[in-house]
T-cell receptor, first 115, second 113 residues
Framework: NAGVTQTPKFRILKIGQSMTLQCTQD?????MYWYRQDPGMGLKLIYY???????DKGEVPNGYNVSRSTTEDFPLRLELAAPSQTSVYFC??????????????FGSGTRLTVV | KQEVTQIPAALSVPEGENLVLNCSFT??????LQWFRQDPGKGLTSLLL?????REQTSGRLNASLDKSSGRSTLYIAASQPGDSATYLC????????????FGKGTHLIIQP
């Protein structure tokens, strides 16, 4: 059981370039999340999804886009990369957001540098 | 807006000591509180989950308490070991929402052999 898989693990982008961070989970979880973590800071929510076809903004959505065409995949798109988007990005999933099936599984992260 | 604060930001103690990490949150209307462990270059591992109706949870040498009315939680680590060295993150879920976790900045813990 792979859990939550993120690719790539590392990436360097030039200002203005675009890229997609991939996230796949094989646990049939309904809820998926994208967080970013800046040095010395906690994680901040970028976007989340409660199921295929349904996404919503988190605390820091500007400069990002997401889609959820399947239960398994939740890619994060960066358009026109800026130095402020240099961060570590974590994808997470959960079967439920409450109750006995609640619990998060995190991917190992994508370290992105924009130069 | 919910804010989560963790004190201390960093802590270094000799092996074998018992220690306490603190977490406070500004809005007591939380659904649950979680403690995570983060190792360098790795993702987050969930340690303990406390529902808002609970007072504490225990797992091995770890014990987490929750005082929802005062907006505080503590993570107690007994008989610390070098393998406990990591960053510990506290996070809360707003009651009834599916919109993710609000995290503190973490406590960076070093256990000296």
């Amino acid at each position: 059981n792979a859990g939550v898989t993120q690719t790539p693990k590392f990436r360097i982008l030039k200002i203005g370039q675009s890229m997609t961070l991939q996230c796949t989970q094989d646990m049939n979880h309904n809820y998926m999340y994208w967080y970013r973590q800046d040095p010395g800071m906690g994680l901040k929510l970028i976007y989340y999804s409660v199921g295929a076809g349904i996404t919503d903004k988190g605390e820091v959505p500007n400069g990002y886009n997401v889609s959820r065409s399947t239960t398994e995949d939740f890619p994060l798109r960066l358009e026109l990369a800026a130095p402020s988007q240099t961060s570590v990005y974590f994808c997470a999933s959960s079967l439920s957001y409450r109750g006995p099936n609640y619990g998060y599984t995190f991917g190992s992260g994508t370290r992105l540098t924009v130069v | 807006k919910q804010e989560v604060t963790q004190i201390p930001a960093a802590l270094s103690v000799p092996e074998g000591e018992n220690l306490v990490l603190n977490c406070s949150f500004t809005d007591s209307a939380i659904y649950n509180l979680q403690w995570f462990r983060q190792d360098p270059g790795k993702g987050l591992t969930s340690l303990l989950l406390i529902q808002s109706s609970q007072r504490e949870q225990t797992s091995g040498r770890l014990n987490a308490s929750l005082d929802k009315s005062s907006g505080r939680s503590t993570l107690y680590i007994a008989a610390s070991q070098p393998g406990d060295s990591a960053t510990y993150l506290c996070a809360v879920t707003i009651g009834g929402g599916a919109d993710g976790l609000t995290f503190g900045k973490g406590t960076h813990l070093i256990i000296q052999p």
